[in-house]
């Protein structure tokens, strides 16, 4: 009854072709992206933000990335750690060593960049291998990456445990203090990536990715090149993990030591981006929020509850838990909590009368 | 009233109830959050700690009615080690209580580096005995820092002149070959810029090799320490990777009694699951060892015979069991120091913090306070935050810790210069104010 889209006429093509066609949801977004960047700075507690908000948005746009990779374009990866490593020491080395550019903005740009091209680079194999093969290939990625960044000291500014900080952040002249402006900051530039993976994604950038995904075989024949259609979703992906990687290092972190980036990232994103949902940007916003959130949550309940446990015994549930709700939601919706969203608006749209 | 609203109402009073009932006990409590880890590949070494640490909170709030009256409120938060986490827990736990965390134990290298960070913005101290980052012992640029009895630094310098001694002086080193197996984190890296210089003044050769978490993994480096034969092998570990080092290097046949841990890799968890392979093992002991003490009487009176212990009684005095009473205790001293300038009432971190800054235990005192035999007197001042440097090795026999050495001071002309260059450079990369220690009363 809400939610449908009966009287909406599409007189233009431009109408036809926006983002989100159907006024409803267009409603939606915009009330949630006002509610995001008005209403939330006037309640929001420090720990809403530095806890729950900030790692939500920064890894919900690191699976951005990996989704349309290995969502959009269908080559999976195990780097997505590494790549948010290159982005983070090379924003960082910016940073430190190029002190005129004090603007964030600037320099997670540049740990983008860098990133993309590392990223390039670890792509091209994906010509030859497919599959679990190209998976084992880009693993090697993560923990070459990861040695790196252990072993050659120049990169972490020959600190002696490898650790390092930053501080005196600033963009375009505003000081990013507060957990408020951290957060702001992050909405903006998540907001604006998202935007721009949704355009790639709906146009014929995105179409050859889905095609090479589909049938790679198919889409060379009909005239896309395979390496250059693998390599710019390699170098987009990793664009956005390499953003989403400085802004986790210099936003969320503050000082940090290459095992922030270690294996354990790269699945903890790449199982975002299953659970959320392959081959949709509303689920990788579902993915991170299940992942980051679901485990602070369950370790919390109890106690809103009033019931008190040993520290043990609330981890040790936290994982059971955790891990059921995993394949539960795997077993209900294979597709991902994406389609679980697409069947509630298909039924929603019949509601109250289905037939 | 169906089930789901009577759950629903049942559970909407029950936390409503709760609530009240804290704010009313909670005018006269202290709260400190404990930042510890029960789970995971590190819950070997870290329950019996956290064990240590929990046990002294309710021994003070049992026996003395908590400090000078005021109720040590104490909740854990489970960490895993993992630094994210423990940000997470930090930031849920800092402003519980009437006036906040008192300070905060971060009990990870890498919580220490990401909470110094915040520290000075949220004004509460950071104290991480025993680990940390060493040059954080500089009180002028490290103001919310407190490495209290030792750093790794202090350590790796202890163990040095162990084997110095051993060898016969330190120009006896000449020529030797001495590894490093080390935690592939920031707490594993600390001990190699001392060691490093070490190296460059007494001429041996030092070869630092990694081992990435956990740890159980170290096939490839103990065929390496097979064919490179060192003089000395020095172990960084924790959790899972010590007990596994000395398997390792049981089976390559490495002499243990040429391997010398830390104080983190010298309690029962590390040498136990090697069974006999780890008879000869040496390891720096962070002041106290195992065993039973004034203290641990108390602690069997006041709570483990009325069932309020958190560990098994035969646990008690076991090494790292000790090491979180003398964690505990620290913390609360300082509160009690803090509490003669700012009133006997909870205190917010930055008072706490002036009183861990003029902390001062005398021998008087720690027998008072049942730590004779444990601890060396300590007092902390604005330019050095570790308090003391002493330390001593122990040895595992097979079934116990011995010790078998007497107190080292580790040596402040190398180590010295080390902080003031680490610190310096720390406070010209974060543009720091560097406080003058020579006007600090």
């Known amino acids: 009854m809400l939610y449908r889209e009966a009287g909406q006429f599409k007189t233009t093509y431009v109408a036809d072709q926006q983002i989100f066609p159907i006024l409803q949801d267009r409603v939606f977004v915009l009330a949630v992206t006002v509610v995001a960047f008005l209403a939330v700075p006037m309640f929001a507690s420090p720990y809403l933000y530095t806890e729950i908000l900030i790692p939500f948005l920064i890894l919900s746009l690191a699976a951005i990335g990996l989704n349309i990779l290995v969502g959009y374009c269908g080559q999976v990866s195990l780097g997505t750690g590494g790549f948010m490593a290159v982005g983070a020491y090379a924003a960082y080395n910016l940073w430190l060593r190029v002190p005129e550019v004090n603007n964030l903005v600037v320099v997670f740009l540049f740990g983008g960049v860098m990133a993309a091209a590392v990223g390039i680079l670890f792509g091209i194999p994906s010509l030859r291998i497919k599959g679990f093969y190209l998976a084992v290939a880009t693993l090697a990625s993560q923990f070459f990456l990861d040695w790196l960044f252990a072993r050659v000291k120049w990169l972490t500014n020959y600190t002696p445990s490898g650790s390092v900080a930053v501080g005196n952040l600033s963009v375009f002249g505003w000081k990013i203090e507060t957990p408020a402006d951290r957060y702001l900051l992050i909405l903006g530039l998540v907001v604006l990536a998202t935007l721009v993976a949704k355009n790639l994604v709906r146009g014929h950038i995105g179409r050859s990715w889905m095609a090479i995904r589909d049938m790679d075989i198919a889409a060379e024949i009909i005239g896309f090149r395979p390496l250059r259609t693998k390599l710019t979703a390699f170098a987009v992906s990793s664009f956005f993990i390499g953003v989403a990687g400085a802004m986790w290092a210099f936003l969320r972190l503050g000082a940090w030591e290459p095992l922030a980036f270690d294996i354990n990232r790269s699945f903890q994103i790449l199982f975002m981006v299953i659970i959320g949902g392959l081959g949709s940007l509303l689920g990788s916003f579902l993915g991170a929020a299940f992942i980051v959130l679901m485990p602070i949550l369950l370790n919390q309940l109890p106690g809103w509850f009033g019931i008190r446990m040993s520290t043990a015994l609330l981890s040790h549930l936290e994982f059971m838990v955790f891990g059921a709700m995993i394949v539960f939601f795997l077993i209900v919706e294979p597709h991902g909590l994406a389609r679980l969203w697409a069947v509630a608006k298909e039924k929603l749209r019949l509601w109250p009368f289905p037939h | ?441």
């Open chain 2, 1 to 441: 009233m169906t089930l789901r609203k009577a759950v629903l109402l049942g559970a909407s009073i029950a936390a409503a109830g709760l609530a009240l009932a804290s704010a009313a006990q909670a005018q006269n409590e202290q709260f400190i959050p404990g930042l510890i880890y029960r789970t995971g590949a590190y819950a070997p070494n870290g329950i019996p700690f956290a064990n240590g640490v929990a046990d002294y909170y309710a021994l003070v709030n049992e026996r003395d009615g908590g400090i000078n009256g005021v109720k040590i409120l104490y909740e854990e938060c489970d960490t895993g080690y993992a630094t994210d986490r423990g940000v997470e827990c930090y930031e849920r736990l800092k402003n519980k209580g009437p006036t906040g965390a008192a300070y905060v134990n971060p009990l990870s290298t890498g919580i220490t580096f990401a909470l110094t960070e915040k520290a000075p913005i949220d004004k509460i101290p950071v104290i991480s005995m025993g680990y940390g980052r060493s040059e954080s012992r500089d009180g002028s640029v490290f103001q919310w820092n407190f490495p209290l009895l030792g750093t790794y630094w202090s350590a790796a310098d202890i163990i040095m002149q162990h084997i110095a001694l051993k060898e016969g002086g330190l120009d006896k080193l000449k020529g030797k070959k001495i590894v490093l197996v080390y935690h592939d984190s920031p707490y594993g890296k600390e001990p190699i810029a001392l060691l490093e210089q070490r190296a460059k003044m007494h001429g041996f050769t030092f070869t630092p090799m990694p081992v990435t978490h956990p740890g159980v993994e170290q096939k490839a480096t103990w065929l390496q320490i097979r064919q490179n034969r060192p003089d000395y092998v020095l172990l960084w570990g924790w959790g899972v990777m010590n007990s596994t080092s000395i398997k390792e290097a049981a089976a390559v046949g490495f002499p243990r009694d040429k391997m010398f841990g830390v104080w983190w890799s010298g309690a029962e968890p590390d040498v136990r699951p090697a069974e006999g392979g780890a008879k000869g093992y040496h390891s720096a002991m962070l002041q106290h060892g195992a065993g039973q003490f004034g203290v641990h009487a108390d602690l069997k009176k006041f709570l483990y015979d009325k069932g309020k212990g958190s560990a098994k009684w035969d646990e008690v005095g076991e090494v790292l069991y000790n090491r979180g009473l003398v964690n505990a205790m620290l913390g609360v001293e300082s509160i009690r120091k803090a509490q003669t300038k700012f009133g006997k009432k909870p205190l917010t971190g930055e008072q706490v913090r002036w009183g861990i800054e003029n902390l001062d235990l005398s021998a008087a005192r720690l027998k008072e306070l049942g730590f004779e035999g444990m601890l060396q007197p300590l007092k902390v001042t604005c330019s050095d935050h570790e308090g003391t440097r002493a330390g001593r090795v122990q040895q595992w026999d097979g079934a116990k810790w011995v010790v078998v050495s007497d107190w080292y001071q580790s040596d402040d002309k190398v180590l010295k210069p080390m902080v003031d260059a680490a610190a310096k450079k720390y406070a010209e990369e974060k543009k720091l104010t560097v406080r003058d220690c020579s006007k600090e009363s």
